[in-house]
């Protein structure tokens, strides 16, 4: 049972490149979130899906995409990556938030946009 | 929308120290929890805790909904509890839109 998982770890790119960050849950979880941690901030919801095939803006949707094909993934993409976008990304699961389940987080992905 | 905020914002403690961490929220919610985020980056969940008490071996925490606080107690405090303590809260009808706080850095010294 790997829990959350994330792909890549790190990235590197340049303004205007394109990327998709992969997040995977093997714990049959319906809710799936993304967010992204500037430094000394907390986290901020970008997007979340409720279920496979839905998605859902957060409170920072600007310049990100997601898609729920699958239940256990949950893709967040980056169309034409920008310098404010650097900063590290989490995924989260959980099993059903409407009757109090904790989200589990991943490791987190760090990328840098030159 | 809600605002959470944390405090203090940092706290350096000796090994064996007990500590108190607190949340404040501006509007009702619907759940609250508490994390902690390790050295290297890992959020680890503590505590699940809209209301009441819950304790877990040297953590406890305390939410009291109507005054829209919650409280975070570290007892005897290890080098291993260092790290990021993040309050979460959701207020936007359970759909686990969690908003955070600023979070409080401790620092255990041996």
């Known amino acids: 049972n790997a829990g959350v998982t994330q792909t890549p770890k790190f990235r590197v790119l340049k303004t205007g490149q394109s990327m998709t960050l992969l997040c995977a849950q093997d714990m049959n979880h319906e809710y799936m979130y993304w967010y992204r941690q500037d430094p000394g901030m907390g986290l901020r919801l970008i997007h979340y899906?409720?279920?496979?095939?839905?998605?859902a803006k957060g409170e920072v949707p600007d310049g990100y995409n997601v898609s729920r094909l699958k239940k256990q993934n949950f893709l967040l993409g980056l169309e034409s990556a920008a310098p404010s976008q650097t900063s590290v990304y989490f995924c989260?699961?959980?099993?059903?938030?409407?009757?109090?389940?904790?989200?589990?987080f991943g490791p987190g992905t760090r990328l840098l946009v030159l | 929308g809600i605002q959470v905020e944390q405090s203090p914002p940092d706290l350096i403690l000796q090994e064996g120290a007990n500590s108190t961490l607190r949340c404040n929220f501006s509007d009702s919610v619907n759940n609250l929890q508490w994390f902690h985020q390790n050295p290297w980056g890992q959020l680890i969940n503590l505590f699940y805790i809209p209301s009441g008490t819950k304790q877990n071996g040297r953590l406890s925490a305390t939410t009291v909904a109507t005054e829209r606080y919650s409280l975070l107690y570290i007892s005897s405090s290890q080098t291993t509890d260092s790290g990021v303590y993040f309050c979460a809260v959701d207020g936007s009808g359970n759909t686990g839109k969690l908003i955070f706080g600023q979070g409080t850095t401790l620092q255990v010294k041996p």
């Open positions: 989260a699961s959980s099993y059903d938030w409407r009757y109090g389940e904790t989200q589990y």
């Open positions: 899906s409720v279920g496979e095939g839905t998605t």
